[in-house]
């Protein structure tokens, strides 16, 4: 297990003065990867051996998010590594220790060079033994994106939104889905599936759906091909 304890900047917060969805995103993507760092197999390791770790899923459940300046800690436990995919799991605490939020991700690791898994390495599987699976987190959820889509608008990835792999961010993603979110509904339950990497200057489009059951997706596109998916309910 991995902790990491912050306060809620204003920066993070949505209009609400809450932490948005993707300041959570980017919460578990530097509470990993500071993991990571302090394991010895960071981003120094990652880049002498050309290999990268990219988020295929996060499924999360969220009972109440942290307001401005609130104290935060988030736990990290990876308890699976087997060839090419790791699973984490996060909660989050606030500042009374109480349970705030549940998340179950999977990663990949990559070849940056070409874009392929590969194996995790001896080096990776060492530096978090022992493996942790915690009995709190929600199952991790495959999603089907619904025929009804709309299309509600689009966009071109910017160099600000490039993270050290050369793609864009995860965070981002989240950020521009949840733009297109009803204001008045408190969503507990969301699922964010990566399939395709965009890269700078990429054109996406985006879909907005409902579901039978009343859930909310938001798609993005490029050239036809799914390249996100996201689900709110």
């Given at each position: 297990m991995?902790?990491y ?11 609400f003065?809450k932490l ?11 509470t990993?990867t ?5 394991k010895?197999v ?23 998010l ?8 988030i736990?990290t436990?990876?308890h ?7 699973y984490?799991?996060?909660e989050?605490?606030?500042?009374k ?14 070849n940056?060079k070409?874009m ?5 390495t001896?080096e990776m599987?060492?530096a978090y ?13 495959k999603l ?11 966009f ?5 939104e490039?993270d050290t ?10 950020r ?7 204001e ?5 339950n ?6 395709k ?5 990429d054109?996406a489009?985006i879909?907005?759906?409902v ?7 938001v798609q ?5 091909e799914?390249?996100f ?5």
């Open positions: 991995y902790e304890t912050g306060r809620v900047r204003y920066s993070e917060c949505d209009r003065g948005s969805t993707a300041g959570v995103i980017n919460y578990l993507q530097d990993a500071l993991h990571s760092e302090d010895k960071g981003l120094a390791y990652l880049a002498e051996h050309n290999i990268g770790w990219v988020v295929t899923n996060y499924t999360m459940r969220i009972r109440e942290p307001k401005m300046g609130d104290r935060i800690t736990r436990y990876p699976s590594m087997r060839a090419c995919v790791a984490r799991s996060f989050m605490l606030n500042g220790g109480e349970r705030f939020a549940e998340v179950i991700s999977t990663w990949a690791l990559m940056i070409e392929k898994p590969v194996k995790v001896d599987l060492a033994d022992p493996l942790i699976c915690p009995d709190f987190s929600p199952n991790s959820v089907k994106a619904e025929a009804n889509g709309e299309k509600v608008g689009e071109v990835v910017t160099e600000a490039i792999n050369g793609h864009m961010n995860n965070g981002a993603y989240a521009i889905a949840e733009k297109f979110l009803p008045d509904v408190k969503f507990e969301m699922v964010y599936s990566f399939k990497m965009l890269f700078l200057d054109k489009e879909f907005k759906a579901t039978t059951d009343g859930s909310i997706q993005f596109m490029k050239n036809g799914q390249i998916l996201a689900q709110f309910n």
